[in-house]
Nanobody
Framework: QVQLVESGGGLVQPGGSLRLSCLAS????????MGWYRQTPGKQRELVAA?????SINYADSAKGRFTISRDKNTVYLQMDSLKPEDTAVYYC??????????????WGQGTQVTVSS
């Protein structure tokens, strides 16, 4: 069994910064990729940033130049700077993991609220 636990969301003023963290734990053989998605009411969940096991990184256009994704072993981080009100959303951690049973699956965290408001 695999779990993703997120932390770091909250309320921040426009122009401020937040750092999200997500720890993957459980029967993990290999983490193929980790990333962050976000969702607002009535909209589809969208990719914010992702990093592969080999270190390749992909950002949504809205995140480029402001957000930085990084990874340390089983933890993925999202440093968010110059936050805007339109960044307000529930942020979800995602990981594509090969388990100890050599099964490859997608896993999701429970979500953490980020609110950018004055």
């Amino acid at each position: 069994q695999v779990q993703l636990v997120e932390s770091g969301g909250g309320l921040v003023q426009p122009g401020g910064s937040l750092r999200l963290s997500c720890l993957a734990s459980g029967s993990i053989f290999w983490i193929n990729a980790m990333g962050w998605y976000r969702q607002t009411p009535g909209k589809q969940r969208e990719l914010v940033a992702a990093i592969t096991g080999g270190g390749s990184i992909n950002y949504a256009d809205s995140a480029k130049g402001r957000f930085t994704i990084s990874r340390d072993k089983n933890t993925v981080y999202l440093q968010m700077d110059s936050l805007k009100p339109e960044d307000t959303a529930v942020y979800y951690c995602n990981a594509e993991i090969t388990t100890s049973a050599l099964r490859r699956s997608d896993y999701w965290g429970q979500g953490t609220q980020v609110t950018v408001s004055s």
